[in-house]
């Protein structure tokens, strides 16, 4: 609990209007997208990293945690107040300071919103593709924190691709600013990259130096819809060694269509068993051989409907229900465990076989969507919280999902970060070596650990 005293202190640092303790403020700022609930004991509202970092100076002093926080989306629970303090909201620094388009560069603030900032450089015939399916709220901060990826990734990368340096403030209360506003840069280590993925925890992102690339002239939309899943995981595999690199490949299991289904007409057959939206971007000639090349694919593995989407119009709907999975799942039931394991492309078809035994052994639900084509995979655990003994069946599910993720060479999050949510299982893939110097590094930033304390480790570095 704050002493009266570090809030008036707090308020006269971000000004009276841009402070608030009161319960209904505190209640909106104890959850994000992991259903969990934490209340802070005050929430601010900074104006720049000259406010965040008298802030932090206060925070070391009076010896309370500081969380950063963007639109609240994320699904690992980065944002949580686990032990009380400040939430300090990033939604004022809102600002694109520059496109620069003889560059090819862009600098913003870590309040602007991913979907709003793709707008105003595609205006400009630029393309920024980091992509999240909650770009339309999610922040450029939370972004980078998280190193948030989406269906562009496979062509385009992450967020980490596109961030050349930033300006950010440490725990402790110093601005400083990493990397370079050029397309190259290798002087000293490489800061921009241990702070991007960081989730919050060794310093609070005021600033963003981004790198843009040209947008592509057209893109094309295909859906592919099949009768067993192995199918579609085995058309996945075929097209990536076609060696056509799809700008999207995503991959529907039975379960998420039924629960788009739910909200939104697709006039599916009703054998449909699995989908894959597939979409190709460059110049016009190219982008339909190589949708030609992609048809003949998914019909010879088994696809018994491709549809080509005729107009973007069309193309949008298509999009627009791969985007509807996550939500319509949280209204279909809010208690879900929501993992996003990443394996090799070419063991997806294993590890989707793999969930459907642990599946049908435990007798769960269990919806699996996602990024197939570069392997990252959604793996969503409905449990029906009346149901006793439902959430143990659950974890022990989870536990046995990551034992075969990482036998398939692969990793436990793609995208959405350990926070709280993986932290327990952070040591089944790092090696305690690894995870010690993690922690030194959190020392070294963080001394007092001020900074989102409890997050990625388990209790205190
Ligand atoms: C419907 C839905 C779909 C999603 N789809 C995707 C997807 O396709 N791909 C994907 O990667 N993620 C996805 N996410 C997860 C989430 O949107 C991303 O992790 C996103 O990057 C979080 O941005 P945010 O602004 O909401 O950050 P928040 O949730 O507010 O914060 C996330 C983390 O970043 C830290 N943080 C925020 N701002 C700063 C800052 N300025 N400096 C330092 N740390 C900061 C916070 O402390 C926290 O640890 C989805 C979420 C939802 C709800």
């Not at 400083?176 to 060794?202: A, C, N, P």
């Not at 039975?254 to 697709?266: A, D, F, P, R």
């Not at 536990?399 to 952070?426: N, P, R």
Request: aromatic share 6%; with cysteine; charged share 25%.
């Amino acid at each position: 609990m704050l002493k009266k005293k570090v809030i008036s202190k707090l308020a006269k640092i971000v000004g009276q209007d841009n402070i608030s303790t009161s319960q209904e403020d505190l209640v909106c700022y104890s959850y994000d997208a992991v259903n969990k609930k934490f209340l802070p004991d005050a929430v601010i509202f900074p104006a720049d990293s000259g406010e965040i970092s008298a802030v932090l100076k206060l925070a070391n002093k009076e010896q309370f945690p500081v969380i950063p926080r963007g639109a609240g989306t994320g699904f690992s629970g980065g944002t949580l107040p686990i032990w009380g303090g400040v939430v300090l909201v990033t939604s004022r620094l809102n600002q694109i300071i520059e496109i620069d388009t003889d560059n090819l560069t862009a600098v913003v603030e870590p309040g602007v919103v991913c979907g709003e900032f793709q707008k105003e450089v595609e205006k400009e015939g630029l393309y920024y593709p980091p992509d999240p399916a909650s770009l339309a709220f999610s922040t450029l901060g939370g972004n980078v924190a998280e190193c948030a990826g989406g269906p562009h990734a496979l062509k385009y990368g992450v967020t980490r691709d596109y961030v050349t340096g930033l300006e950010a403030v440490l725990p402790t209360g110093e601005i400083f600013t990493t990397g370079v506003k050029t397309m190259k840069g290798v002087v000293g280590y490489d800061l921009t990259r241990l702070i991007v993925g960081s989730e919050g925890t060794l310093a609070i992102v005021t600033r963003i130096y981004l790198r843009l690339i040209p947008k592509p002239e057209t893109t094309l939309t295909i859906m592919a819809i099949f009768k067993n899943i192995e199918a579609a995981t085995r058309t996945v595999a075929s097209i990536i060694k076609g060696k056509t690199v799809p700008s999207k490949l995503e991959f529907m299991d039975q379960e998420s269509i039924k629960c788009v289904e739910t909200y939104h007409n697709l006039n599916l057959p009703s054998d449909t068993k699995a989908l894959l939206l597939i979409e190709l971007d460059g110049d016009l000639i190219t982008v339909e051989r190589q949708a030609d090349s992609v048809e003949e694919i998914c019909r010879e593995q088994g696809s018994f409907r491709v549809d080509r989407a005729r107009n973007s119009q069309e193309a949008e709907s298509l999009w627009e229900v791969r985007q509807a999975i996550s939500p319509s799942l949280a209204q279909l039931n809010p208690t879900k465990i929501n993992e996003d394991i990443v394996v090799p492309r070419s063991k997806i078809p294993y590890i989707i076989n793999q969930i459907e035994k642990i599946k049908n052994n435990y007798q769960l639900q269990i919806v699996s969507f996602g990024h197939a084509g570069d392997g990252n995979i959604h793996v969503n655990i409905m449990i029906d919280d009346k149901i006793p003994g439902e959430k143990e069946k659950a974890d022990k599910a989870t536990k046995e999902i990551f034992q075969e993720v990482l036998e398939a060479g692969g990793t436990l999050s793609g995208e959405h970060g350990i926070g709280i949510t993986k932290a327990s299982y952070l040591a089944m893939e790092l090696p305690e070596k690894e995870i010690e110097l993690m922690k030194k590094i959190k020392r070294v930033f963080d001394p007092n650990e001020i900074l989102n304390p409890g997050k990625i480790f388990y209790g205190k570095v």
